[in-house]
């Protein structure tokens, strides 16, 4: 299959299951992998599927719902995907400049499980809003840059988020959480591993079937948040 036809396979598929975008794929591909939310329940309109769990993040339940970090949530496929997976056993919060689509949410982001704000990640101000909701289970981030087609430029970009990310994650999450965060390929990445690799059980790259081909970013996990 040709990187168009795979184009086309994956946004028809999105499409045809009500997500805004194909990216969604990437992350069940990596949930069912790694178990990224288990232990959130499944109450509500869990994907179908039997989950096959590799890694070592499955955070200890603590009172109160399963809390989740959606960072560069627009359109809202992933956002969409976690409140879907979590039913009303979980809540939300996603951030992103852009506001999500509702094409189709089906009331589930006026849900009081849900809560978005629409501003910048490296905001102070922002971040503690967010920090003020947690702490979470989970922290995802498909944050990306606005790319420009230079290939050193973007990943420049990209790097300065994903420490943003990091950086957050290790105050957001509890002990025993996970992490997923996309890294455009080059630049300083191998650091960002090795930071990882002391915050975590487990920390590896992934790079789910979903991804374009010709793409250079791939998924960063950190599974099982060590306690300070
Ligand atoms: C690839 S899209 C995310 C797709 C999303 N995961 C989904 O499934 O619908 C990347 C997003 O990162 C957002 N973004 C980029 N820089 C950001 C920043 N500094 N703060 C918040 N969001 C940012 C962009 O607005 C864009 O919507």
Redesign the pocket.
């Known amino acids: 299959m040709g990187s168009y036809d795979t184009l086309d396979y994956w946004s028809l598929k999105a499409q045809k299951e009500g997500?805004?975008?194909r990216?969604?794929y990437k992350?069940k591909e990596m949930d069912e992998k790694f178990g990224l939310f288990k232990g959130a329940g499944t109450k509500r309109g869990a994907p179908s599927g039997a989950l096959k769990t590799e890694g070592a993040g499955s955070p200890s339940r603590t009172s109160g719902p399963f809390k989740v970090l959606?960072?560069?949530?627009?359109?809202?496929?992933?956002?969409l995907?976690a409140l879907r997976r979590m039913g009303s056993a979980g809540s939300l919060v996603s951030?992103?400049?852009?506001p999500l689509s509702r094409l189709y949410d089906k009331g589930l982001f006026d849900g009081s499980n849900f809560f978005f704000i629409q501003?910048?990640?490296?905001d102070p101000a922002?971040r503690a809003q967010l920090l003020e909701r947690g702490p979470y289970h989970l922290v995802m981030s498909?944050?990306?840059?606005?790319t420009t087609g230079n290939r050193s430029v973007d990943t420049l970009r990209s790097l300065a988020?994903v420490e943003e990310v990091v950086a957050y994650a290790e105050a957001a999450l509890i002990p025993g959480g996970n992490l997923v965060v996309?890294v455009f390929q080059g630049g300083d990445t191998a650091e960002v591993l090795k930071r990882l690799r002391t915050l975590f059980t487990t920390a590896r790259s992934f790079k789910p079937e979903a991804c374009r081909s010709e793409s250079f970013e791939t998924y960063y996990l950190g599974l099982g948040k060590k306690p300070v």
């Not at 959606?70 to 956002?79: E, K, L, N, T, Y």
């Not at 498909?142 to 606005?146: E, I, K, L, S």
């Open positions: 997500y805004p975008a990216s969604v992350l959606d960072i560069g949530a627009a359109p809202g496929s992933w956002s995907y951030v992103d400049l852009s501003g910048d990640i490296t922002v498909d944050v990306a840059p606005a988020l996309k």
